[in-house]
């Protein structure tokens, strides 16, 4: 249904355009092959349909995945390109020079942020440019149930560049997970009580 919907949302725009004499080029790179996202904000003017069919996306999107444009979730953080990771603490000062570059990064971010035996743990390799031969990725470690009576878990995340031969930790952010009534039940920076 929500398919259907774009799909026609997106006709309507496209003849729309036509019958009020806008540039097709913006529309042009439409085609059979669907949309894409990065021709969408390269050919974005302010058109009333354009607007529309964004927040159309954005419903769905937070529908189907709410944590996905988060103030701290990977896209946001990719597109700010910011010093430090949003809403996680600043621990690049905290890892020595020489444990900033290696060869394996997921070796790397293990060596920084150790898991803890017994707890549940995930790690993620995102590739934020080429997703075949990436020059730049972000690691994330997260682990949870926690026997501890105030941290219930953690999330470490890393942006790591690929610089004659060795990837290179650019930014490294750390949060927590509390245990009921100890602070934040979502991950947040800072400490737990």
């Known amino acids: 249904m929500a398919d259907k919907r774009l799909s026609l949302l997106m006709g309507a725009a496209l003849t ?16 059979q092959r669907g949309l894409s996202l990065l021709d969408m904000a ?20 937070n529908d ?8 701290d979730s ?6 700010r ?15 020595s020079p020489e444990n900033r570059a290696g060869g394996d990064p997921v070796e790397m971010a293990l060596a920084i942020a150790p898991l803890r035996s017994g707890s549940p743990a995930s790690v993620e390799v995102l590739p934020l440019d080429n997703a075949e031969s990436p020059n730049r990725i972000m690691v994330t470690l997260d682990q949870g149930g926690f026997l501890d009576d105030s941290v219930a878990g953690s999330r470490h995340r890393f942006d790591m560049v690929l610089q004659n031969g060795q990837w290179t930790i650019q930014r490294a952010g750390r949060q927590f997970r509390c245990q009921l009534g100890r602070g934040p039940q979502d991950f947040a920076a800072g400490q737990c009580r």
Do not use: C
């Open 16 to 31: 729309g355009a036509l019958l009020a004499g806008s540039q097709f080029s913006s529309f042009a790179q439409v085609g």
């Open 81 to 95: 390109n910011s010093a430090t990771l949003a809403g996680h603490e600043d621990i690049l000062g905290q890892i």
């Open 74 to 79: 990977i896209v946001s953080n990719v597109w």
């Open 42 to 61: 390269k050919f974005y003017s302010g058109l009333p349909q354009q607007d529309a069919a964004l927040l159309t996306l954005q419903r769905q999107m």
């Open 64 to 71: 189907s995945s709410p944590d996905l444009l988060r103030a």
